[in-house]
């Protein structure tokens, strides 16, 4: 299991610095393109479009998926049939130009990567809208490697991917090249495309017509998601794994139902909820835009601070790997004494009552850890005391 995989499943304690792991992350640098597949197509819902209401409902939401420096007339633009709505490719091809826009424009080192001041001044420009986002002349809608991350064909083959990619960015790469490598790889991800799409009429598309009608994507979608539901139980780490059927699998059978999946999903936009809710630690929860973004630019230093301590730890633990078990396992203790007693206020079953109660008892145990390490004894955070109570939860997770 990765390091981004474990602190993913314990978003409550990254809460408390979320500002700090600023809106770059996943949407521009690292970009994470699985994830905002993922959570494109849960914002788009059944019709597999998202739309300028949706795309608003999400930002607005703190969903994740829309960045506070968005803006629709910018996703538009990349509407290659001008339909109104952006599927996934034209969606992807927008986050890709969004990347490589600035990417040329802050990466001074020309490492591939955003750091330190090249990321301040990167959020800075996106917030105030000085970079340009546009879609390249008849470019192709690019898809990267991994873009489904399921088993493809109708004989459970994994889909075909490119394995033939452009190389990183040289720090000495000529205006040519960079043109040459980003041609070559939108190339190689429209021939991904075609054949993915190719195989998804294999599959679904029932009366041979070549295309696929309402009902026959209505069957694609339920069957991709159940798909991608079984890979996540499947590539689960074994403590998440366990919480997830000790909670959600109601009959003990080891494997989620349709309406355990409901629940699960439930408890997740509860938990996203309670996660947005810590942001008052740093600002008032009726901050204006304004004051949100100032907050997420003054933040944004801790998570390189941060960064580099756990990068230090995975040294220290043996790798990323082994360092992201043992997180893992502090996680999982932190989180089940809290579960044990809303179990036992609540019927001693778990239900959707305990798991509410579980949150309620998380998210007080942060607030309260909060007020401890801030000087004003107010529970409001100045960044460097985010930075310790986040690294003194780190450290007594990592504790054996």
């Not at 969606?91 to 990417?103: D, N």
């Not at 001074?108 to 546009?134: F, H, M, P, Q, S």
């Not at 409001?380 to 930075?387: F, H, I, R, V």
Request: overall charge negative; proline content about 4%; some cysteine.
């Amino acid at each position: 299991m990765s390091l981004r995989i474990t602190i993913a499943c314990v978003a409550a304690v990254w809460a408390v610095s979320v500002w700090a792991d600023d809106a770059l992350k996943g949407v521009v640098d690292p970009y994470d393109a699985p994830d905002q597949r993922a959570k494109f197509f849960k914002v788009a819902g059944s019709g597999n479009e998202l739309d300028k209401e949706k795309f608003l409902a999400d930002q607005k939401a703190g969903g994740h998926l829309i960045a506070p420096f968005e803006k629709w007339e910018t996703a538009a633009l990349f509407d290659k049939n001008k339909n109104g709505t952006l599927d996934w490719f034209e969606f992807e091809a927008y986050r890709q130009a969004m990347r490589a826009a600035v990417m040329a424009e802050f990466d001074k080192d020309k490492n591939g990567k955003l750091a330190d001041a090249e990321r301040v001044d990167a959020l800075k420009a996106l917030t105030d809208g000085k970079v340009t986002i546009k879609p390249a002349p008849e470019a192709a809608r690019a898809l990267p490697p991994g873009f489904m991350g399921m088993a493809g064909g109708p004989g459970g083959e994994a889909t075909s991917q490119p394995t033939s990619q452009p190389g990183r960015v040289r720090r000495d790469m000529t205006p040519e090249e960079r043109q040459a490598m980003m041609e070559e790889r939108q190339r190689q991800m429209e021939e991904w495309r075609k054949r993915h799409e190719e195989e998804m009429l294999k599959r679904f598309d029932k009366n041979g017509d070549g295309v696929l009608d309402d009902e026959e994507r209505a069957i694609m979608a339920a069957t991709l998601k159940q798909e991608q539901r079984d890979m996540m139980m499947e590539h689960m780490p074994a403590p998440m794994k366990e919480f997830t059927l000790r909670n959600f699998n109601a009959d003990g059978s080891g494997k989620l139902s349709e309406e355990d999946w409901k629940a699960f999903e439930e408890f997740g936009r509860e938990s996203q909820q309670m996660f947005q809710g810590l942001q008052t630690l740093a600002f008032d929860k009726d901050a204006t835009e304004a004051e949100r973004r100032a907050a997420m630019l003054k933040w944004a230093p801790v998570g390189m601070k941060i960064q580099q301590n756990m990068n230090k730890r995975a040294e220290e633990a043996g790798g990323h790997q082994a360092l992201g078990e043992k997180m893992m396992a502090g996680v999982s203790r932190y989180m089940e004494r809290f579960e044990k007693q809303a179990v036992a206020d609540h019927g001693g079953k778990p239900s959707a009552a305990s798991r509410t109660a579980m949150l309620k008892l998380i998210d007080a145990d942060i607030r309260e850890r909060a007020k401890k390490v801030s000087t004003s004894g107010s529970g409001k955070l100045e960044p460097a005391e985010g930075e310790k109570l986040f690294m003194e939860m780190m450290d007594e997770f990592l504790k054996e």
